[in-house]
């Protein structure tokens, strides 16, 4: 499984960095983030790095909303009416406009737009397989990865889950970008159906032998392993970490305006405030909260006795810290069979319990990105798993 | 009435009654070129839609382990215009009356059931016949120790029309129908709501207990147990106890994207299976 990097406000710099230290990387693009000129030069650049390949998310997810931003680019509708769009010319034209801006990327394949989807409804299913057949109808020249983008609502309800990898099998995708918004806008979900759901539907399409990208990612999203989904995607804030269609509508707060720098350490998936390191050292068990080597050196010095919040961790660098080990967590999670895989993710559970349990009882806490309360989804998720397509996973592991 | 068929089949002898059930007279007879066969005579009040549907279906499937349809056509009874089979006679008895006769199968012969049993199914498959009924009365057991798979008779072609609209009643048996079938989702009844049937039949035949019938008291609660109850995992003294074991319980899925895509895909599993046991024993 691969880390990708999903685009957000501020990341320009850090794609390049993060893709070139890396030796290569997926950058999935967000033109709300973006000017157009923007988009072409940082997909260039990108490029020209050894291995650095960029998709494009469209992010056509709220289109009667307008937003100002997505509006400035070529390919989004200057008026959009559900009535008349999707039969006539108005989705031809968005169709085409987004292959050209892909082909002008140079992406290595066509993410289709797809509307968020707050009722699962057979108008809904007939947008996606609208987008799809006009794109297959085009002929967009690389893989087409459907967008499933759906509420938390939506994803909670198994009957829906069940219909979307139906809908799945009966108008194939060459690959699926799942963007599924986080229950109560929590960042670590304690929602275990939520959870249960993402990984079956995950699963699911894996099964069906395309490529799963799950977007707008973060640490919890690791268990995506299990499902052995291709490539999760994350960034730096927020609301690149957990799916936020509020962002991608006209009305709603424009930027990030939370300044606080979080530590993320690896070992207990969790984040701290860089005063809760303060807090660690004086009760001293600083040192647990330490990720395994290599580390950034301005993130070592953060363990070397020094009172933490003196060393001015900058924003930017705990943003890589967090990427660069969520990318080693991630490429590092699948293993060769899907029992090993089982294992190695119930391990590391179990580690992050013990590890957050006793920093717990030092008092030292970091909600609300704490994973403590978040391990009881991830581990009913995997039983749920576990019970109904492991059977399938452990024999079809080798050719997913 | 045996006097009456004989007058109307001057061709056949040893005319004997094998079954009787809902529309159905089911004979035993002796061709003069086909040798012993079954003769079944449908009654006219049956919908002719279902009758024409299980013909074409035993036209059709093409299987080693289906009995061939010989010949049809119509005859005229005291109670009607009947639509006839004449079909190859599978001699021994049925998996239930063997079940209950000799208890659960032997390992052996619960692998060569899902073996048999999945490639009847997988050439129903092929030609997109869904059998809708699979259970251990319309499994046959035959004298050389084969399973052979009968009565396409509630079967549906999925290039078909349904003949049952969503929502509508539906004909099923209770604990071997999947959700899908018995709540009549007509759109997502395909090849895998056989792949259930045959699961929890397998399941029974290993085991001489039914995880959804047994001490069930009525069809509504065998449903809700066919919902909300869980398989139990099969575990039989195989060296390929594990994978035999996910194999079935990946049939038993509760949705049908939980089991094998095809009963092509669950058929090369089972001759994995049966392969690597194989192997083993030499």
Known sequence: MELYLQFGYGMMEHSRVLVQDWGGG???????????????????????????????????????????KLARH?????????????????????????????????????????????????????????????????????????????????????????????????????GYYIVCEHPREAYLVTDSTWMSNLLDLAAGLKLLGTHVIIGYANQQTLIAA????????????????????????????????????????????SEYKIPTLDTALRVGVLNDLSCPAPVLPEVGRLFSGVQPSTLGLSQPTSFRHYLDHLRRQTTGMVQNTFDDTVEAYETMLDNVENLVTNLRAHRIRGNPRDFSEAVAANREALAALYATRGGILRRRWGNL | MLAYIAQKFPELTNISPLDQGGFKYVLSVSHPTDGENVLKIIDPSSAPERIDREILASQVVQSPRVPRLLETGTVDLPFG????????????????????LNGPLAPSGTLQLTQQALEALADAEKVKIVHRDVKPENIMFDQEGNFWLLDFGIARHLAMPALTQTGAAVQCTPGYAPPEQFQNLRDEIDARSDLFALGVTIYEAATGKHPFRDGATSPPEIFHRTVIQAVPPLVLPLQQSESFRDLIGALVGKRRDLRPRTVAE?????????????????
């Open chain 1, 74 to 174: 070529a390919y989004w509708p200057n008026g959009y009416s559900t009535g008349t769009f999707y039969s006539g010319p108005p989705l031809r034209t968005l169709i085409s406009e987004l292959i050209s801006i892909n082909n002008t990327l140079g992406t290595r394949a066509f993410i289709l737009p797809g509307l968020y989807a707050t009722d699962f409804t057979e108008q809904w299913l007939s947008t996606q397989r609208a987008f799809l057949e006009e794109s297959r109808r085009q002929g967009a020249e690389r893989p087409l990865y459907q967008t499933i983008a759906i509420s938390s609502d939506v994803c909670r309800n198994n009957e829906n889950i069940g219909r979307l990898i139906g809908f799945a099998e009966s108008y194939p995708a060459d």
């Open chain 2, 81 to 100: 215009e009947c639509v006839w089979i004449r079909e190859q006679k599978i001699s021994g008895t049925s998996l239930r009356t063997h079940l209950s």
């Open chain 1, 26 to 68: 997926n950058v999935i693009l967000s033109p709300r983030d973006l000017s157009p000129v923007q988009l072409a030069n940082l997909a260039g650049d990108l490029q020209a790095l050894p291995e650095g390949e960029v998709l494009l998310d469209p992010q056509f997810y709220l289109p009667h909303s307008n937003h100002s």
């Open chain 2, 266 to 282: 669950a058929l090369e599993w089972v001759n994995e299976i049966i392969a690597a046991e194989s192997l083993g024993e030499h």
């Open chain 1, 226 to 269: 299990l499902a052995k989904v291709d490539a999760i995607a994350s960034g730096t804030w927020m609301n690149v970490r957990a799916f936020a269609p509020g962002k991608f509508d006209d009305n709603s707060d424009e930027e990030i305006r939370a300044p606080t720098t979080w530590y993320y350490c690896a070992p207990g998936l």
